[in-house]
């Protein structure tokens, strides 16, 4: 099985900081890695597809990048409504979650 | 809009069945996979089961085989999950998503398996 181990588990940021978040792979997954976000309540919401590609409507202050084990996502800078829990999802073989990332406002 | 809606969830005794529903619209259903995940309290997210779009394709995840049976009605756009032999360790948040990727995601039913 595909282990994904996600980093920080939590994070601490100021309104306009950049903010990235890691996740990395147990073994090759290609670009098969997508970034969530999920608010308290709501139901998670897909940010970033195959590693890079922007879901429709998500703010362009989000990107991810990476390959094969190694992928990040990154907040430009940090909007208030950005503070979420993230998580990222492979999808190369089955599918295996990261531990999440807790983000709140400095 | 893509809208997944899951309902069904409550408090079982460990042993007995429930079945969860999940009732999609704003996509056409029945060309898209469609998957069950699970988060534990405190835990984090396991994928379950999945579903070929005719239904004809399941695959689970190794401790719900044999008691978790994922299945589809396409005529009704609803996805459905039936749990049987439930367990103190089913406790979880149910979540149903569409798609290879899990593009959209419902808000979840909360399942207890408790005595």
């Known amino acids: 099985d595909i282990q994904m181990t996600q980093s920080p588990s939590f994070l601490s940021a100021s309104v306009g900081d950049r903010v990235t978040i890691n996740c990395k792979a147990s073994?090759?997954?290609?670009?098969?890695l997508n970034w969530y976000q999920q608010k308290l309540g709501e139901a998670p919401k897909l940010l970033i597809y195959?590693?890079?590609s922007l879901q429709t409507g998500i703010p362009s202050r989000f990107s991810g990048s990476g390959s094969g084990t190694d992928f990040t996502l990154t907040i430009s800078s940090l909007q208030p409504e950005d503070v979420a829990t993230y998580f990222c999802?492979?999808?190369?073989?089955?599918?295996?979650f990261g531990a999440g990332t807790k983000l709140e406002l400095k | 809009e893509v809208q997944l809606v899951e309902s069904g969830g409550g408090l079982v005794q460990p042993g007995r069945s429930m079945k969860l529903s999940c009732a999609a619209s704003?996509?056409?259903?029945?060309?898209?996979?469609m998957a069950w995940v699970r988060q534990a309290p405190t835990k984090g997210l396991e994928w379950v089961a999945t579903?070929?779009?005719?239904?004809?394709?399941?695959y689970y995840r190794d401790s719900v085989k044999g008691r978790f049976t994922i299945s589809r009605d396409n005529a009704k756009s609803t996805l459905y999950l039936q749990m049987n032999s439930l367990r103190s360790e089913d406790t979880a948040t149910y979540y149903c998503?569409?798609?290879?990727?899990?593009?959209?995601w419902g808000q979840g039913a909360s399942v207890t398996v408790s005595s």
């Open positions: 704003g996509f056409t259903f029945s060309s898209f996979p």
């Open positions: 999802l492979q999808h190369n073989s089955w599918y295996t």
């Open positions: 195959n590693a890079n």
């Open positions: 579903i070929s779009t005719s239904g004809g394709s399941t």
């Open positions: 073994q090759n997954i290609n670009r098969y």
């Open positions: 998503t569409e798609g290879y990727g899990m593009d959209a």
